[in-house]
């Protein structure tokens, strides 16, 4: 899973450049220019390091709360393959969360700020899990829209510039692979399925197709914090050129299903190689960057329970460890 | 009342014969379930048949803007390297 740059009303906003020694600035950016890789004591523009903690950190909230949606239907998976494919997969996703908070407390930041900021509803995550999985189609769809957008999107950041971020990104990218072609067989079961079955499938395809063309964030016209992450390769594509490749990859895909992408206005431009698409609806989006989708609430909550439910067991741990070592002292 | 476990690094061999590797990290209370987590988070696909953990705090590392002068010597010692000395192609196995 992935999430799209969500700067917007972030407090911790990059800050200026300008106070920065323009000596080590200037070293800085020769190495970053060579593709050369920053390791977490090597110096780095303050900027730098906070536009990093708020992408790592958003990536790795996505990734647990992105169990959500999926583990909503862990205890309904039609068959035993399905339940036991479905866990492997949410295990994965909570893995790549643990990768990604890592990388990010290479930066100086805290497990417990990042997950303060995430239950408090200060950081962001990606808006694609503030949609609900209505039906059992909807988990085929997920893993082949949503994990197949997040494979898209992830693929390029093997090569930022941030050392632990990259190396946790091949991590993520070996194992994501199987996420979307699990989603797609679910799919292809359901379209060659019983006619129920198959309008299912489609309708999962129409909720599911316009919220993973907006994982790619908003377009590279509107994506202020752009310029500066690509020069310092944090970013490595843009928004428009990922979106568009999504789409190109995905259509013959939809249509080996005998399904249909909804999008009246899509249409193969041989001219560009590519397709032509409507608009993204990006009210739609920005509504659900500020918390308005329909399960915004709910998912926060989940989280929270999670965290405050599982908190006798932290504390259990702490005191037999206080205790073996009071042991081991004495 | 929450706090953070320790951070433990996590170092795997991938197969017998080679050496461990370092791969990333984890928090755990103590060194037992560091590795246990170590094994849930690092190897849910066959990636190790060996784990060791390390408190983050226990590694010492060399200073990288010390980098240039620390490893320096090394390199203007090409005298170290087999290709530094020039045998005629006619004498073999050497």
């Known amino acids: 899973m992935y999430t799209t740059e969500l700067g917007k009303a972030d407090p911790s906003a990059p800050v200026s450049i300008i106070q920065e020694d323009p000596a080590l600035l200037e070293a800085f950016e020769v190495r970053v220019a060579a593709d050369e890789f920053i390791e977490p004591k090597d110096w780095m523009p303050e900027a730098y390091r906070k536009t990093l903690v708020r992408q790592i950190s958003q990536h790795a909230h996505s990734e647990f709360v992105g169990m959500l949606p999926e583990g909503n239907w862990l205890t309904r998976a039609p068959s035993l393959r399905r339940k036991a494919v479905l866990l492997a997969k949410v295990q994965d996703e909570g893995g790549h969360g643990l990768y990604l908070y890592c990388a990010a407390e290479t930066l100086g930041t805290s497990r417990e700020e990042m997950v303060e900021a995430l239950h408090s509803g200060k950081a962001k995550y990606s808006t694609i899990f503030n949609y609900p999985t209505l039906t059992w189609a909807d988990i085929g769809a997920i893993g082949w829209l949503v994990d197949g957008a997040a494979i898209m999107n992830q693929v390029p950041l093997q090569r930022t510039s941030y050392g632990p971020y990259a190396r946790a990104m091949v991590r993520v990218c070996k194992e994501e692979s199987f996420h979307q072609r699990q989603g797609y067989e679910i799919m292809m079961a359901m379209a060659n399925g019983t006619a129920e079955q198959k309008a299912m499938a489609q309708d999962a395809l129409n909720r599911w197709w316009w919220p993973s063309l907006m994982m790619f964030g908003p377009p590279d016209a509107n994506s202020p914090n752009s310029a500066q992450s690509f020069r310092w390769r944090i970013k490595r594509d843009s928004n428009d050129d990922l979106r568009q490749k999504f789409v190109d990859i995905t259509v013959p895909q939809a249509e080996y299903l005998g399904l249909t992408v909804p999008d009246p206005a899509l249409a193969w431009n041989e001219a560009k190689g590519g397709y032509d698409f409507g608009e993204v609806d990006w009210e739609e989006f920005y509504a659900v960057v500020r918390g308005e989708g329909p399960t915004a609430k709910e998912r926060m909550k989940a989280r929270r329970d999670a965290w405050n439910q599982g908190a006798w067991v932290r504390e259990a741990a702490d005191a037999y460890e206080a205790k073996r070592q009071a042991r081991a002292a004495a | ?94």
């Open chain 2, 1 to 94: 009342m929450s706090h953070d476990w320790p951070l433990w690094e996590v170092f795997i061999r991938s197969r017998g014969g080679l050496g461990h590797k370092h791969v990333g990290s984890v928090h755990a209370p103590d060194s037992e379930l560091a590795v246990r987590h170590a094994r849930d988070v690092y190897t849910r696909r066959l990636e190790g048949v060996s784990i060791w953990v390390v408190r983050s705090s226990d590694i010492v590392a060399s200073d990288p803007e010390q980098a240039g002068p620390m490893f320096e010597p090394a390199e203007s010692k090409v005298y170290r390297h087999p290709t530094f000395y020039d045998i005629p192609d006619i004498v073999k196995h050497i």
